[in-house]
């Protein structure tokens, strides 16, 4: 009786694919939000001299090594020189501070860790962009690596190693 285990053949493994996992990108660390609603009077609009007592008073500390995302969710006109009082407090404090959700702050976080990568090991690579995983990666994310890989990569694929959707290919030249 043969042994079964003798015909069988990896050829994911054979394929010469680079796997890559966009969220080991992901910068460990805190993301709050900041909502500047919470300092409108009446809900309504920003006073210069309120804001600035709450900028000497409040308690800055919490931010300490975070990511924060500052914006404002109610329907209100605010000035823009509030939201660089927050940036300028939080600059010492934060590890990083953005204008807009949360959502944006992981646009921002993710294409700055894109734009520091190591492209050499990718050049003339088959590479498979994963596509899912215990960590939440923006569809920007994916943009951005499409965009940085394509002048370097033989082809970019999506998914896993097992079952991916062509992206990309380039034309050998004869």
Known sequence: MMNIQENIVNKVAQSGLVTFDPASLYPAGERVLYDIKDNLFM??????????????????????????AVTCSADAIVPTWAYMLLANKLATIAKKVVFGDLNTLETVLFEEAINTMDLEKFSDQRVVIK??????????????LTFKLTPVVKSI??????????????????
């Open 131 to 144: 596509g899912c995983g215990d960590i939440a990666v923006p569809e920007s994310a994916y943009v951005s």
């Open 43 to 68: 809900g309504l609009m920003l006073r210069e001299k309120d804001f600035r007592e709450f900028i000497k008073e409040h308690d800055w500390l919490q931010y300490q090594d975070k990511y924060v």
């Open 157 to 174: 694929l999506y998914g896993e190693p097992c079952s991916t959707v062509p992206v990309y290919k380039r034309k050998e030249l004869v």
